[in-house]
């Protein structure tokens, strides 16, 4: 995520992922308006979707979901190569502004910004630009032509934060973060919630936010002081700098002394396998799918409406090689609280400030 929040069951990795990066062409002048609805594939001309990362495509976590997911976009569709652009590292807020006109002046329909970073230039330009669909990841406004999609990751971490609860033997867990924004402060909320609600006497350190999506020395710097206050679960929400918090947990970590950590925005279970418990997933493949088959064929809708653990689009995948240390009562706590979210049983809150 950049500037931004992220949040997948069951992730099926793509093997390859198609980029081919746009130019850097600008058109100001307004755009006529739409026959269609926005996004719609005009006659005689190719469908294309674009995609702006504010990282690396390559993160483990949540711009990766998302790269993934406009491959599934392109077989959806039966999109050639040509039609697919992602453009990666657009971290400063004249590159998404810039990438955002340059791809709706070269006539992308379907042009999404991965990151809440995106909405307001979105909004701004959009209606210069009425035949292209601008959709924003982690967005909470909408326009003719602006949709967001809300991934209510809250579901996932309330799961997390009932394992932490459980299984802190300090009675303190920890949160680290890349930027305090709406989105994160949201799901740190919810993991405390869950926590709490496992163990309401449990002790959450103040979060801790280094301010860098990708520098892993950063998180690892930024976690060592809070083991070292006795924290002994501790949950981040970064992308590529999240091996950081893996790495100060597994230099702590003792059989004595056991510390862990947990995965965000994509399964990274693997990354550190000794240490992390489970991870909550964001699955962009089924929200971007749809929204392109829909635009396509000019039937979407601009929509708030949020997608969480009851669609399948948020997760939480406990790590099969330490299933073994969680107890059997809290494993039933935690599965019982699943299909409550599951069935609409029990909603965890999203917090909007």
Not at 71 to 93: F, G, N, R
Not at 287 to 297: G, T
């Amino acid at each position: 995520m950049t500037a931004s929040f992220r949040y997948r069951v069951g992730l099926l990795v793509s093997s390859a992922c198609i980029m081919v990066v746009a130019g850097c062409g600008r058109s100001n002048a307004p755009a006529k308006a739409a026959s269609g609805a926005p996004g719609q594939q005009a006659a005689g001309k190719p469908y294309k979707v674009a995609l702006i990362l504010s990282g690396s495509g390559t993160d483990h976590g949540w711009n990766q979901d998302a790269v993934e997911a406009v491959h599934d976009v392109q077989t959806a569709l039966s999109l050639p190569a040509s039609s697919i652009s992602i453009k990666e590292q657009a971290v400063s807020p004249s590159q998404q502004q810039d990438n955002l006109r340059a791809y709706a002046g070269q006539g992308y329909n379907l042009i999404i910004g991965h990151g809440e970073e995106y909405q307001a230039p979105a909004l701004h330009m959009a209606p210069q630009f009425p035949n292209s669909l601008f959709v924003i990841s982690s967005g909470d406004k909408m326009a003719a032509n602006v949709t967001p999609i809300v991934f209510k990751l809250e579901d996932g971490a309330y799961l997390l934060g009932m394992l932490a609860g459980g299984m802190s033997r300090t009675g303190k867990i920890a949160e680290v973060g890349a930027q305090e924004i709406a989105p994160v402060r949201s799901v740190f909320s919810a993991f405390a919630l869950g926590a709490k609600a496992v163990n309401p006497n449990i002790t959450i350190l103040h979060p801790v936010y280094t301010n860098d999506w990708e520098d892993i020395g950063k998180a690892t710097q930024a976690t060592q002081p809070l083991i070292q206050q006795g924290a002994d679960v501790i949950i981040q929400d970064l992308d590529s700098a999240s091996q950081g918090v893996f790495n100060a947990v597994q230099q702590a970590s003792t059989a004595a002394h056991p510390v862990y950590a947990l995965g965000t925005n994509n399964n990274q279970n693997s990354a550190a396998p000794g240490v992390v418990l489970a991870s909550a997933p964001i699955n962009c493949s089924p929200v971007f799918v749809s929204i392109a088959k829909q635009a396509e064929a000019g039937t979407f809708k601009p929509t708030d409406t949020p997608y969480g653990l009851p669609q399948g689009v948020i997760g939480y995948i406990e790590n099969p090689a330490l299933a073994s240390r969680i107890p059997a009562s809290l494993q039933a706590r935690i599965d019982a609280a699943e299909q409550a979210i599951k069935s609409g049983k029990l909603v965890v809150p999203m917090k909007t400030q």
